[in-house]
């Protein structure tokens, strides 16, 4: 982003623009601050995430104290360029709570939650992490009526043996050129894939990072730094 770029946003009345911070791995939003001019060519210059506080008035680091620093990947303008959306790489929590992310509480519970109540990571990451969760909680909370229950219940060889036939269902659909069923047996595939997963207790997260570590990366590199 050149001084041309940066001249095209829409600062307010007191030099500043709101910036979203976003984990590019997962799409989690890990917090809101601001910036000014300033702070973003700091950001630019540095790859790491600087703001502007206005309680202190002062350029401020994101994680110079913690360690939790943001690592800048690429920074987005909206349509009315007034707002930033940057994506990060964060190295450890973005809130200073300690949570990874600030958007921890719902509005219902917004009262509760500012006495201590309990916290949700319900924001964090999207609809594979929810479905992830819901498996985890029929593996805590069985019912008679729950398929993954019943997956659970019958082992790693029902569960495994389920992700090879939907593999080979993606496979017949693929070949077949019918892309909603494609669309259908993939979202099968996936969910089942889940299941695998909650069995061994791997969070998604755990694949996004493992993705994230291999991206940018020639594929067969990455196969033969594994002996593979």
Known sequence: MDDAAISALKFDEKGLI???LQDWRDGTVLMVAYMNRESLEKTLETGIAHFWSRSRQALWEKGATSGHRQRVREI???????TLLITVTPEGPACHTGERACFFSRLSD?????????KTTESHGGVLD???????????????ESYVASLLKA???????KVTEEAGEVLLASK?????????????????????LGYHEIPPA???????????????????SRGR
């Not at 987005?76 to 007034?82: A, N």
């Not at 929810?130 to 593996?139: D, M, P, S, T």
């Not at 694949?207 to 196969?223: D, M, V």
């Open 18 to 20: 709101p910036a979203v």
């Open 76 to 82: 987005f303008v909206d349509c009315d360029q007034d």
């Open 110 to 118: 917004l009262v509760a939650s500012c006495e201590g109540g309990a």
């Open 130 to 144: 929810r479905v992830y969760e819901a498996i985890l909680e029929r593996k805590r909370a069985p019912t008679p």
């Open 155 to 161: 082992g790693q060889d029902k569960i495994l043996k």
């Open 176 to 196: 077949g050129q019918k892309r909603e069923e494609i669309v259908h047996e993939a979202a099968d595939l996936l969910f089942h894939l889940l299941v695998a």
């Open 206 to 224: 755990e694949i996004y990072q493992e993705l994230a570590r291999r991206f940018g990366k020639s594929g067969l590199e990455e196969k033969q």
